[in-house]
Structures are given as C-alpha cells and as structure tokens.
C-alpha cells in the first residue's frame, strides 16, 4: 500500500458543482494531516490543515476518519479559480517529513 | 513577510557537471526541508534539517546528492555528477521544528529551482 494515495482524476465540473476529494494513508502512526494546492508550474501552498474533529474554511470542508485512515476533502459552489492539483498530505512516522499524494487535478469550467 | 526564497530558479547543466541549488528559509523556521519534483509526478522527500541536530537523509537517492546547513539558516543542496534522471524542480521548505510528541506543523515552500540535466 503506498503511503498516500489519491485518486489522480481529472476531476471536470461545472462552476457551482461541489466536489470531494478522497484520500488514503497507510501510517497509523501519523499525527499531522494537510490538504495543500499546487497550481501548475508553481509551489505547493498549504489550503488547510485537518483536524480529527473536522473542519471548515469558507467553501472547504476537510475531514479526517483515523480509524479507516482516510482523509476527504470537500468544495462547495465550485469557482474557476479552484482549478488545480489537491495534495493530501500526512507526515511521516518520525515528524520530520511530510509525505505527499500524487494529487487530485481539479478542472473548473464555466 | 518574506517567504522562502531559491536560487538559481532555473539551471541547465551538462550530464556529468556538478550543481548548487540555494535555499533560504522563513526566517525563525528552525526546520528545513528539500524536496523534489519530477514532471508529472508527487514529490520525493529528501533530507531535513532541525536545529543543531543530525540531519535526516533518508531520501537522499545515491550519494551523489548532499546537503549541508550553515549557521542554521541558508541550505545548500549539492548534486554531483549530474545524470539525466536528476532533471526535476527542488523544492525546499521550512516550517517550526516538528512537536516532541511527533506533529509536524505546516511547511511553506520556495519557488523552486527547476534543473534541467542535458
């Protein structure tokens, strides 16, 4: 089982669609869990660490089941400027690295 | 604030050549991390840096890669011996050193440098 997987999409939705993203870890060890961007050609920006109770910022919904080890990632009323690669991200066993998926591309068209 | 800044952003070198890739963290982030990325593909975790502490180079992939940190601030990731394969964008990131108990807190990343190995 890899570390971190995603589904890699591409995910095309109209603008106003919600969308989730849904990710898979396979250390039950790890502590610290993260949805990053990465628009194309540029850095990963951090959009919003995930919390065990779960948690909200704005359009974003970001949910964390420890027990089954996933992660999912939701976007309401979809905007074009949401276009872009997702990154699932959950560190490593020892604190010193973060483990990135292979991310989820997200399309946005009006 | 100022983020992290790379250099050089893009750098073309001839198979066989050595190469410096330049990294200056957030100030105040204690912790700093090099990546890379391949085209089309997730990042690879490479070493990081805490602190006075040994480093963890557990990513690094052969030993033709090396980094050092001087003064607890700017990182330098050397490649030696430049191979094709090695064409990727590095990434570095620095962040608050990781929690006692194991937590990370969030890394912020530099632009990269994008290597292009002929």
């Known amino acids: 089982r890899k570390e971190v997987e995603q589904d890699p999409g591409p995910f095309n939705v109209p603008e106003g669609a919600t969308v989730a993203f849904n990710c898979t870890y396979s250390?039950?060890?790890?502590?610290?869990f993260f949805w990053y961007r990465q628009d194309c050609r540029k850095e990963p920006k951090l959009l919003m660490s995930?919390?065990?109770s779960g948690n909200e910022d704005g359009r974003f919904t970001a949910q964390l089941n420890r027990a089954s080890q996933y992660i999912s990632l939701l976007i309401r009323d979809s905007k074009l400027s949401d276009s872009a690669t997702y990154l699932c991200?959950?560190?490593?066993?020892?604190?010193?690295?973060?483990?990135f998926g292979k991310g989820t591309t997200l399309s946005v068209s009006s | 604030g100022a983020g992290v800044s790379q250099s050089p952003s893009n750098k073309v070198t001839e198979k066989g050549k050595d190469v410096e890739l330049r990294c200056d963290p957030i100030?105040?982030?204690?912790?700093l991390y090099w990546y890379r990325q391949s085209l089309g593909q997730g990042l690879e975790f490479l070493i990081y840096?805490?602190?006075?502490?040994?480093?963890?180079k557990s990513g690094l992939p052969s030993d033709r890669f090396s980094a050092e940190r001087t003064g607890g601030s700017v990182s330098t990731l050397t490649i030696q011996r430049t191979q094709q394969e090695d064409s990727a964008v590095y990434l570095c990131?620095?962040?608050?050193?990781?929690?006692?108990?194991?937590?990370?807190?969030?890394?912020?990343f530099g632009p990269g440098t994008r290597l292009t190995v002929t």
């Open positions: 995930v919390y065990s």
């Open positions: 250390n039950s060890a790890s502590q610290s």
């Open positions: 840096f805490q602190g006075n502490s040994a480093p963890d």
């Open positions: 990131a620095s962040s608050f050193p990781s929690w006692a108990s194991g937590g990370s807190y969030e890394q912020y």
């Open positions: 991200v959950v560190n490593n066993q020892a604190g010193t690295a973060l483990i």
């Open positions: 100030s105040g982030h204690t912790a």
